[in-house]
């Protein structure tokens, strides 16, 4: 009875959604302040009537209820509670319908963080989400349903969850990474709502800035957690491999990182309006992206959920009339897009845009490499692989410019600039940064590497370009505590996020030139010499788990015959499936990690094994941190949460006043 009730919930979702699309936008394009005035509630009603259904899909798999096809093929009775509860995103339906209900989320945050704009912007908001989810459910119900039921006769036991996602990394990377996919559906809205209503001056960029830096943050940390899960969790001690899978998040984090500079602009200066525009549709197009490419059976991965062309097809009907009819809207309304101020070739403008362009052509080279192996197999029947090499040779030489600029571009003033200023302000930053990138590796590691070179001296370049901003900013302020006091928390936040920026390049250049790995095959009390540890192996001893049984190795490691620590890898069987899993051993530390993963045991008792050593790693991930807690700062300025102008005001306020009228 209980997923029925389920199913009856998601209907009503559905049915409310249908009402959220349309009266609420009918209603602002005819200045009917009562059908405006529903949006919010129905935003309400939808998220209540989604998580209902979420919730009881989640104690169907608490109580294995294998009826339910869904629980049936992702859970068993031996699964620990915390995988079965998190099986709910373990397969396609229930992600999917995790993605629904998080959208529904963000559609009540705005409906409660948005009493500062018109309620017509608001209705027009809210209606373009309500369009979304009438989609996406109707898609879980036509083609997805998570509560079909077995019948007549349901299975005594269900299968497994892929033991790959038996992990806490699978806990939180989804829900984080599908957080920030779907919050750019919230600026996406924002960009169509200003579409529609005619409205694209600086009001509407403002509006849209911290929703767009949310999402952008929250998206950071679900890349990284993803870079992280694949680091300790698939066993080759690497940290990002451009798997198809998981670049269409880097696709739309690119895009909305576009998106999120383009947006200031257009706030401060009234300029970049249209570009601006389309990078909301183009980050939105980037989740929607990803979304297909999980679901449309083009690719066989941990990562993807379905294998139903007829689902692919689905989706890609969604994307095909969302993006495009967002961009003959665009279209249309290209001619109002027009710049109020202009600019001088120096300038903060054209930097910013610079910085733009070369993300853009970044996540479009990522896109190629990403969606070309598919689509000639799809048209030649033959494979073909596009690997690291074509995208580390595209995207790598791109980032360096863009981190040129991005030194540059804060130092740069607003409408136009001097060449002999940029000169007098950055001379001294760029020697001072070449030392640094020459010494720092070598004091460091006590070794030399050009490609780390270069990319400490770009991250020297950007820190005290940073410095150098700083300085500037401050210096006419009475003393150095009022001056900082006076900087907006915007400007932190982005600070904040390019020291992560720093942080980051200096994990990724040390770990990719300064990393060691061997592999070995090693018998008991045997040992094995890399870089200045010893690992010795004191053999295996048999474990078992909840659902699975496996052996569990010792390795004692020392440095110049100190002890270290102690590791202990794993290699498991999982009982209901019979899939074989090897559980890395790391001892994590911010100078390094020592990593270990067990293969498998040969002649004599003898065990294959790799042994990494992997310098600076977590400071890839420490990066990512410092950047989304920069956006999420950034985004809790204070001048967002009120209003700027008189028009603004009195629009709000007449909307109050008319609506309590028509009530």
Known sequence: MLPELGQFSLILAFCLSIILGSLPIVGASTNNLLWMSLARPLAAG???FLAISILILAYAFATDDFSVQFVAQHSNSLLPTRYKLTAVWGGHEGSFLLWTFMLSGWMLAVAIFSKSMPLDFVARVLGVLGILCVGYILFMLATSNPFDRIVPLPPAEGADLNSALQDFGFIIHPPTLYMGYVGFSVVFAFAIAALLSGRLDAAWARWS????NVAWAILTIGIALGSWWAYYELGWGGWWAWDPVENPPLITWLFGTALIHSLAVTEKRGVFKSWTVLLAILAFSGSLLGTFITRSGLLTSVHAFASDPGRGVFILAILGIAVGGSLLLFALRAPLMKSEFGFEPLSREIFLLANNVLLV?????????????MVYQALTDNLISIGPPYFNAIFVPLMGILVVLLGIG???RWKKT???????QLSKVAMLSV???VVIPLVIVLRFSFAATITIVLA???LLSMLRDIKNKTANKPDLRSGLKALSGSYY???LAHIGVVVMMIGVALTSSFSAEKSVLLAPSESIDLGDYQFQFNGTLPVTGPNYIGDEATFIVTKGGNPVTELYPQRRLYLASGTPSTEMAIDAGILRDLFITLGEVKENGAWSMTIYIKPFIRWVWLGAILMACGGMLAAADKRYRRLRSRSEEKAVNSGRAGLRTAI
Do not use: D, E, Y
């Open 46 to 48: 939808i998220f209540v």
């Open 209 to 212: 800035r911290p929703w767009a």
């Open 361 to 373: 052509v970044a996540a479009a080279s990522v896109f190629l490499g990403t969606l070309f192996p």
């Open 410 to 412: 804060p130092i740069t």
């Open 418 to 424: 001097s060449l002999v200023f940029l000169t007098s």
């Open 435 to 437: 030392v640094l990138g």
């Open 460 to 462: 020297a370049w950007i």
């Open 493 to 495: 936040g982005m600070q």
